[in-house]
């Protein structure tokens, strides 16, 4: 499984509650769904916190994290979704927003640090990756060296 990935719909829409995701649906039906913008935005910041902490190999795919930001990167795009709806901002909400804040400025401090990105395994083909060079049939030796 890799362990990194751009954030889903579905990742957004889990951590709603379902009076959020119906009202986010019903204001997506008569307009733009912004959803694409918030999560490029999202993870930008997040990269950015990432990229700041200086100890995490950063995915060459601007637009995935690491699987354990997920979550709080759900938790602070959430609190721009809702101000787009019909829907009041909780406390609750407040304080995941705050608290994911917090968890980026933990990261960009170096005092958590996420997983890494791993290249993904390739297929084996059967084949080496690098083709061995023989030798020279001519043995290179003191006596045939220029000024010996």
Known sequence: ?????AITR???TASLTLKEAESYQRSADFGEDPLPILIERTTAYAR???RS????????????LPVSVISPACDYMIFDILKRIDVEVGEDRRRARQQAIDFFE?????????E??????TQDTGHSAAQLISSSPQRVTPMNLEGY
């Not at 902490?53 to 995935?64: F, H, I, K, L, Y």
């Not at 933990?106 to 996420?114: A, C, F, L, S, Y």
């Not at 890494?116 to 395994?121: K, N």
């Open 48 to 50: 950015l916190a990432i």
């Open 106 to 114: 933990k990261i960009e401090r170096g005092d958590v640090t996420p």
């Open 10 to 12: 579905a990742d957004v």
């Open 1 to 5: 499984m890799a362990n990194w990935r």
């Open 53 to 64: 902490n200086g100890r995490v190999r950063m995915s060459p795919d601007a637009a995935t």
């Open 116 to 121: 890494g990105w791993d290249e993904p395994e």
